[in-house]
């Protein structure tokens, strides 16, 4: 089920993906979810985003990257 993000100042993509849906990996599903902000860098306060249902996508494969891009 698909629910929203009110945005505080400062807040970024990567930040709010992380926060609402588990991971940093799932921002262009949330940046597709809300295409008339997606040249916003960094938010203002109170802006209301979509945030995706992801059911039970798992987050990008990893093992390739160097130890610290890891989770």
């Not at 588990?22 to 597709?32: A, D, K, T």
């Not at 209301?48 to 798992?58: A, K, S």
């Amino acid at each position: 089920m698909a629910g929203t993000y009110t945005t505080n100042a400062g807040d970024m993509w990567d930040w709010i993906a992380f926060k609402t849906m588990g991971s940093e990996y799932f921002m262009p599903q949330l940046m597709e979810a809300n295409v008339k902000h997606r040249e916003t860098v960094i938010f203002s306060s109170g802006i209301v985003l979509v945030v995706p249902d992801i059911g039970n996508v798992t987050t990008q494969d990893t093992s390739n990257l160097p130890p610290w891009k890891r989770d």
